[in-house]
């Protein structure tokens, strides 16, 4: 059984999706040191991740992430610091995907200046 499981659902479709795993993966590789291997597949892909006293997996699907990790004895005790980092880290660029894909908001038109017709004196 996994220390740390972790699903999310989206709507964001296998590329995007691929988009941020593949963040999230460099993200991991640099502040935690460790070793990501991306296996890619037609409907899914996963993100094999390792090192000393860590290993798991993020299933990356067109409509959810699902990660599982196994943490050694060590880190055992951290498991959920160590879930907690992680669910900010996939939430934010989940978010930031959100706000990238939500359409700019149209400014309002200035309707005081043309509610107010100009007279001559």
Known sequence: MPDIRIQRKHTLGLKKARDIAWQ???EVEKKFDMECTVVE???CDTVQFTRAGVNGQLTVAAD???LSAKLGFLLGAFSKTIEGEIEK???AL???SDKAKAPAAKAPANTAAKAAPKTKK
């Open 24 to 26: 999230w993966a460099e």
């Open 41 to 43: 597949g037609d409907t």
């Open 64 to 66: 959810h992430f699902d």
């Open 89 to 91: 880290n996939l939430d």
């Open 94 to 96: 989940l978010a930031k």
